[in-house]
């Protein structure tokens, strides 16, 4: 409970630094938060990451081989979730990344099915392009899910040495050409015999992680795992 001096201490802030849900723009009371409850209910949770055989999973039959996948929201266009993954990736709100990786943390905790989980490896950006937006998303969620589930981050076991334009418009199979070979691992000590969760932001073709999976499981003792912030319809 707040002194009334307090209260208004907070309402002085408030007027002078105004703080709004980024999803729909209203005024926000408690600064900590990132959008405002009635959002907050509107929030499309998949329950994937509890649930074997989800579409995430299906997604990557014949093409890795997970001991689980799966992804905290459905996205679709014009949707909320698109609206913080945009802030997360395109306008340096960075905040936007750790809220939906705590979210992703405390559902990643109370599955079974992650319980053996090592390490978490950020998708990889390219040197240059992690330079010009400055952080790398995925690593910005994989701290928002340490900060509620504690357990490290490797940035660095393995890195991505191909710099790849946006390519959403072209099909799989054209990407998968155009993944083969565009990481290289750099600290293979770092997951010798660990099961490894890749994080990413979205699932959509699954064609980055397949790269990068594929690119860790032949290695001694890894097993693998998927969970991304969103999966697209
Ligand atoms: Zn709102």
New binding site residues.
Partial sequence: MLFPFENLLQDFSRLLFPHF?V????DLKNRDAV??Y??QLDLPFTNFFSLPNNPVEKSFYGRLNLQAAGSAFYFTKDSLIQILLSELKYKQNITVGYYLGRLMGNQLMQSERFASIDLLIPMPLHPKKQKLRGYNQATIICKGIQSVWNKPISENAIIRKVFSSSQTLQDRLHRWENMEGIFALKNRDQITNKHLLLVDDVTTTGASLEALGSALETENGVTLSVATAAYTI
């Fill in positions: 849900c999803a729909c723009g209203c959008i405002c009635h959002c």
